[in-house]
């Protein structure tokens, strides 16, 4: 399968997601704090280099996935790159610099459920929404018992290796998994022509 239907097919993942997650958001008022990055400064998060293939294409598009790819290379922090922190002095709170282009660990987190080992639904989000919106979260948990519809990681994470199933399966650190979205991007056009239908910005 060549970059730019990959790139279609999460997108198309992702759009479906999106809405999915927006009815989830309305029928329990759950949401995430204005200007919160809290959850992306964690140097554990891991994700799959097939979730950033769109932001990289788009970075191959605009001409700087070379030097982005460079930059990653000599990064020495585990926070995502994309990551944009308000300043120094408070990393908890900013942007995705690329948030069109979030992964689909960016878009499932909050919003997303896992099974525990009883079989219950369980949703995964931060301490913040839980503590300040500990109502709404409980209700939450309630309705989803009584067969609220919440999108579920296994079952995206599966859809995506559907696309892929080699980038898709890859559970790496995100730094590692945007470095490798680059790569194959890169090494695709290397000796292809660009895209049909695109502005070549390179």
Known sequence: ???????????????????????????????????????????EVDASPLEFIPWAFNLFLNGTAATTLDELNSKESAICHIYEPLSIVDSGSGKCSDYVYRGLICRLFGYGANRDKFGEMR?????????????????????????????????????????????????VPVNKALKIALEEVLQFYAYRPFPRGFKDCA
Do not use: W
């Open 123 to 171: 949703l995964a989000t931060c301490k913040i929404i839980k503590e300040t919106q500990a109502e709404n979260f409980e209700a939450a948990q309630k309705a989803m018992k009584e067969g609220l519809y919440v999108p579920i990681f296994t079952d995206y994470y599966m859809k995506l290796s559907q696309i892929d199933f080699k980038l898709g399966n890859q559970i």
């Open 1 to 43: 399968m060549s970059i730019l239907k990959k790139v279609r097919s999460v997108n198309a993942l992702y759009a479906g997601l999106d809405k999915e997650i927006a009815i989830f958001q309305s029928k329990t008022s759950l949401h995430c704090k204005a200007g919160c990055g809290k959850c992306c400064t964690h140097a």
